[in-house]
């Protein structure tokens, strides 16, 4: 589905101030002067300029920072409050005075301060909340909006509109004592409700993570002034029906988690509990949905694709696929899971809860052996892994043992991303959130461009997918069916170390998602809280929602691969004794599983005894 983002703040075109506003730049240096409105329309620029201190002094509405300082940050800088940045932030204030008149200072301002419901700029505030042009606005709008800029999150008219009037009367009552407005046209601004424009605002809440990524993209290909003043019509592949279900879920299962920790952590706390979702099409790699945490106007860090985080076991497909690039093959037995590996800090032998007994490839998988996965890695070079890896996508690992169990540091939209190669066949295509751009007089600027390369063999995508269906059906992601996701697919679970991340990466043949659930400074997310348990049923429900359409297509075996049936226990061709073995559980308990199973080999790598 292609969706347009219209929303990039045009409020002034060409021309700027002087064009737009006649009176605004001599009203912004005489502050403590009296000005006069009309009894039922105001500029906006001049309830801006009331509501802060005038530009000559430099006061600003946040924290004591100057206007300047709070445009440097919002276009160059993050909000970390360290000396670096607040050094950084000091010089390009600075060097933004020395460029720039007070005037074009303001009109950048206006155009990038952020209002809350994903909306930058007094056009896209405006016209979100109010489905009217800025020049529209009457003095209790403008009043409102000037409100919103201290705290978005607080003041949103979308989520508590007795506050959001309580502020704007603040605002109001201080243009009348500064004579900004005359004593009637005060008691009438004070008397009226306001009336949002709650179609148009319906959906603008819908996807602000997706879209502000959007929106750093687009500055960083076109520039500031082009994105915001240009105006641009861009096409972006958001599926709404999957973002609203995407977001649904995520709420949901953060509130479901809060109920089971032993204290609960209040939405508005200062480090809640957060979780991320990517969903995409592993054939285009357009992505259909993205959750970058549980509230957007609370926090603007987008965990999908600005955290870097270890994946645990969701690593370990990338492990065995590098193997299978070599000539292993799922039914190999991986043995010496209690040797210990050789590392900088000396000997060392990973906690597992997988068996520590020799098992196949595909076992160890849908066990998450993470002694298994260590020996494999051993076996199949870590360097070769991480050339693998980064074949899908995935940069900057550690050539460490432990890279078989996550070590390295990555983010969801990578992950989800690399996963995509496995659906599509071991085709590689990089993630694209725009799908088009034109410009106001409709000529094509941008145009994405699908762009494959092989990553992985046909057959080893096929085999890798083989064996991830069995953690769905029969292993750590079994949660998956218990909510009520049907549909053939695959995928992998990923706990970190004292449970501070909970990862699951799945995939039917046209739809990949990921999920992530932790917290932004990492602590344990609950005692015992495995990913199966925490994140599974989150991407369950979505997928359920997201597919409900959808045919129940399999996965394509390619002519590279050939079925063969071969012992369990040894991964050979079945004997007389396999036949008649009974196999038993975890616990000891025998069970009623067949000995011999089909397995799927590269044409060439069967077994031939």
């Not at 694209?432 to 995508?461: C, N, P, Q, W, Y």
């Not at 069916?481 to 699951?504: E, I, M, S």
Request: hydrophobic share 40%; with cysteine.
């Amino acid at each position: 589905m292609t969706r347009t983002i219209a929303r990039c703040s045009r409020f002034f075109r060409s021309g700027g101030l002087k064009r737009r506003c006649p009176r605004c730049r001599r009203f912004w240096c005489m502050r403590s002067s009296p000005w006069k409105t009309s009894a039922s329309t105001v500029d906006l620029v001049r309830i801006f300029a009331a509501a802060v201190n005038n530009l000559r002094a430099h006061r600003a509405a946040q924290g004591g920072s100057t206007l300047t300082q709070q445009l440097a940050r919002q276009s160059f800088l993050t909000a970390d409050k360290t000396f670096r940045r607040k050094l950084k932030e000091a010089v390009l204030a600075w060097r933004l005075e020395r460029e720039f008149t007070k005037d074009q200072i303001l009109e950048m301002y206006l155009n990038k301060v952020y209002f809350g419901d994903g909306l930058y700029g007094v056009e896209a505030a405006s016209l979100g909340f109010f489905g009217k042009h800025a020049r529209d606005l009457d003095v209790a709008e403008s009043a409102l909006l000037a409100g919103l800029v201290k705290s978005p999150s607080t003041y949103a008219p979308t989520v508590n509109l007795d506050r959001a009037v309580s502020r704007r009367n603040v605002v109001l009552q201080t243009m009348r004592n500064s004579h900004a407005i005359d004593r009637a046209t005060y008691e009438r601004a004070v008397r009226s409700r306001p009336r949002l424009a709650d179609a148009l605002r319906s959906e603008e809440n819908d996807g602000q993570y997706f879209k502000e990524e959007v929106r750093k993209q687009l500055v960083q290909r076109f520039g500031w002034d082009r994105v915001y003043q240009g105006g641009l019509k861009v096409y972006t592949t958001i599926d709404l029906n999957m973002q609203k279900a995407a977001e649904a879920e995520v709420a949901g299962s953060l509130a479901e988690i809060e109920q089971r920790q032993l204290k609960r952590h209040a939405q508005g706390g200062s480090d809640p509990l957060q979780a991320a979702l990517v969903a995409m099409d592993p054939v285009t790699g357009e992505v259909r949905a993205l959750v970058g945490g549980r509230n957007f106007d609370q926090s603007r860090f987008n965990r999908a694709t600005q955290a870097r985080r270890q994946a645990g076991s969701a690593f370990k497909p990338f492990v065995y696929a590098a193997a299978l690039e070599q000539g292993f093959t799922p039914a190999t037995v991986i043995t010496g899971l209690d040797n210990p590996v050789a590392t900088l800090q000396g000997q060392w032998v990973p906690d597992d809860h997988g068996g520590d007994g020799a098992m196949t490839m595909r076992a160890a998988l849908r066990t998450s052996s993470n002694r298994a996965a260590v020996q494999m890695l051993q076996q199949a070079a870590i360097p070769t892994a991480v050339r693998y890896a980064q074949r899908l996508g995935i940069g900057s690992l550690p050539s460490v043992p432990s890279l078989a169990l996550g070590s390295g540091e990555v983010t969801l939209l990578s992950m989800t991303s690399a996963y995509s190669t496995f659906a599509n066949q071991g085709m590689a295509t990089p993630p694209s959130l725009i799908r088009r751009v034109d410009d106001a007089s409709g000529h094509v600027l941008f145009m994405s461009d699908t762009r494959e390369a092989r990553a992985l063999s046909e057959a080893t995508a096929f085999i890798m997918t083989s064996m991830m269906s069995d953690v769905i059906n029969a292993g750590t992601a079994w949660q998956a069916r218990k909510v009520g996701f049907t549909l053939p697919a695959a995928g992998k679970t990923g706990t970190t170390n004292d449970y501070h991340d909970a990862w699951f990466i799945g995939f039917t043949p046209h739809l990949v998602a990921g999920v992530w659930i932790g917290y932004d400074m990492p602590r344990t997310i609950i005692a015992n809280g495995y990913a199966g348990e925490l994140a599974v049923p989150l991407w369950g429900r979505f997928m359920a929602a997201a597919t409900r359409a959808d045919a129940p297509d399999r996965f394509t075996m390619p002519a590279t691969v050939v079925p063969v049936a071969v012992c369990r226990m040894s991964g050979k061709l079945p004997t007389d004794g396999c036949r008649g073995a009974v196999v038993y559980d975890a616990d000891g308990l025998p069970t009623d599983k067949p000995m011999v199973y089909t397995e799927y080999f590269v044409r060439g790598t069967e077994p031939t005894d």
